[in-house]
């Protein structure tokens, strides 16, 4: 996921984001929205993943190279763990 | 939750991607990103469980009493299921 | 899910975490318990919507229909929230 | 984590499910029992997340280190992705 693919992602969830406020204007039915949230919901987790990924290929593993891996380990643990919702 | 809490939520929530794309543009270390998706992520969340709630408080419960509340139950189940990630 | 569904999936987790158990006193590989221990945790949350399902269809609609429903519901949006992680 | 916290977590777990096995069995009502499925699933959640960090902490690492770090990492985000729910 390159900066322009993270963007692209961004902006459709700030769109679908628009577009749930929208409905709730409308006075859509609840099941409809919720659907939308989720969809929202799970769009962004997927950007998530893919931070989590240029993380590790990119500066967990050069600070390993480096020697210096410990605290990015730690940091990408901590976030592992935070990214799946504790 | 009302249509107004929701709405407040809702704008915060698209604040916040937009916060993310600045802060991709800006190319900011990958794990703070990865705070804020997780935050907008959890907020989007709590929306949806607002609504949850909401229909389960209002349709489900008028469905039941009115004696109809068969289709309503499986679409909230559905919901459910869907809401956590299946 | 009835009670003979609910037992078997039961017992076959049960077998799972046993089996997890032998995996580690061999010192197999991480990423492969790894592997059983997500299928175990996914299995048990498939019994966790299976217990929500019938309490739904039974409890909460009777409630709501003797119109007593206001605490049951209290009491499945709460159950709601935290078989979703909260 | 190591071997023995391992093993006692999982010795713990195996209890709980056969604990709910007998709730079931007894008629509890569904609600005491999906919490405990739910403590269950938490249980086995943080058994996967020491799973996880002791893989960062050596395997990765190591692997890494002796400059053959690319397969590791592609399992370790699998793996990542995969005890996120997806």
């Known amino acids: ?43 962004l987790k997927a950007v998530g993943m893919g931070l989590l990924d240029g993380h590790v290929r990119h500066c967990v593993k050069e600070s390993i190279e480096q020697g210096s891996g410990e605290e990015k380990i730690e940091e990408l643990l901590a976030a592992v763990a935070r990214f799946n919702g504790r």
Chains 1, 2, 3, 4 share one sequence.
Do not use: F, H, P
């Open 1 to 43: 996921m390159n900066k322009k693919d993270l963007q692209d992602r961004l902006r459709r969830i700030e769109g679908q984001v628009r577009g749930i406020q929208r409905m709730v204007d409308e006075d859509k039915y609840c099941i409809d929205i919720l659907t939308q949230v989720n969809s929202a919901a799970a769009a």
